[in-house]
């Protein structure tokens, strides 16, 4: 994602012309809905970005993002004045167009198959995704370390973005960053440690990449 720069109501106005956009292509997909369709499946709970649960059924988990948000991702800041340093990472509201770019990116880095959907349209809408079932157990953070380094990622220092204690790791090579590593968000099973979720990011600033290089722990 990188930093997106921009003023709050200019935020304000891109994430309505988002969400109308959104809206009018989930109708003719046949994917707008009315209710929330967590509602009548089981083990609902709520969680950080998302209120999910459990479809038999499908062998899958329907996630529906909290009204009105559209989950949360990194964002740099910058100084105000000359030379611009960074002076921080830290979590924001995403946009319904980059909640969906982390969901893809997450596919494409870790091979899960996370999809959209579709809108709930509500007056606080919210956006609906489904991901396989995993079964495992929470990992530890040695689990988490260990898989994200054979995954060619470096960690980084404690970073005040997601679960208070939650891990960071950074890919130098692609220019990818992974943010709020916890055991909630990776799961263990009998091959391999999985990431389920996480602040995924493409850095593509080149301050912001080397802001992040800056903060490996070698």
């Given at each position: 994602?990188?930093?997106?720069?921009?003023?709050?109501?200019?935020?304000?106005?891109?994430?309505?012309?988002?969400?109308?956009?959104?809206?009018?292509?989930?109708?003719?997909?046949?994917?707008?809905?009315?209710?929330?369709?967590?509602?009548?499946?089981?083990?609902?709970?709520?969680?950080?970005?998302?209120?999910?649960?459990?479809?038999?059924?499908?062998?899958?988990?329907?996630?529906?993002?909290?009204?009105?948000?559209?989950?949360?991702?990194?964002?740099?800041?910058?100084?105000?004045?000359?030379?611009?340093?960074?002076?921080r990472?830290?979590?924001?509201e995403?946009?319904?167009?980059?909640?969906?770019?982390?969901?893809?990116?997450?596919?494409?880095?870790?091979?899960?198959?996370?999809?959209?959907?579709?809108?709930?349209?509500?007056?606080?809408?919210?956006?609906?995704?489904?991901?396989?079932?995993?079964?495992?157990?929470?990992?530890?953070?040695?689990?988490?370390?260990?898989?994200?380094?054979?995954?060619?990622?470096?960690?980084?220092?404690?970073?005040?973005?997601?679960?208070?204690?939650?891990?960071?790791?950074?890919?130098?090579?692609?220019?990818?960053?992974?943010?709020?590593?916890?055991?909630?968000?990776?799961?263990?099973?009998?091959?391999?440690?999985?990431p389920?979720?996480?602040?995924?990011?493409?850095?593509?600033?080149?301050?912001?990449?080397?802001?992040?290089?800056?903060?490996?722990?070698?």
């Amino acid at each position: 994602m990188g930093a997106t720069r921009r003023g709050g109501e200019s935020l304000h106005s891109i994430r309505a012309a988002e969400r109308a956009a959104l809206r009018e292509w989930a109708n003719g997909e046949g994917r707008l809905f009315g209710e929330d369709p967590t509602l009548s499946l089981s083990r609902r709970s709520s969680h950080g970005e998302h209120t999910v649960a459990f479809d038999s059924d499908g062998l899958c988990w329907w996630k529906i993002t909290h009204p009105g948000k559209a989950g949360v991702g990194a964002e740099f800041d910058f100084e105000p004045l000359p030379p611009f340093q960074i002076t921080r990472v830290f979590a924001r509201e995403l946009l319904p167009s980059e909640y969906i770019t982390r969901m893809i990116l997450h596919n494409q880095e870790f091979g899960d198959d996370v999809r959209f959907e579709g809108f709930l349209d509500q007056p606080e809408p919210s956006l609906i995704i489904s991901q396989p079932d995993i079964e495992g157990t929470p990992a530890t953070k040695e689990d988490m370390s260990h898989q994200m380094e054979a995954f060619g990622y470096q960690p980084l220092g404690i970073l005040p973005i997601g679960k208070a204690g939650s891990l960071s790791f950074y890919h130098p090579g692609r220019r990818i960053a992974l943010f709020d590593a916890h055991p909630g968000n990776f799961f263990r099973t009998t091959k391999l440690t999985i990431p389920i979720d996480g602040l995924i990011s493409e850095i593509t600033h080149q301050a912001e990449h080397e802001w992040l290089v800056k903060h490996l722990l070698f």
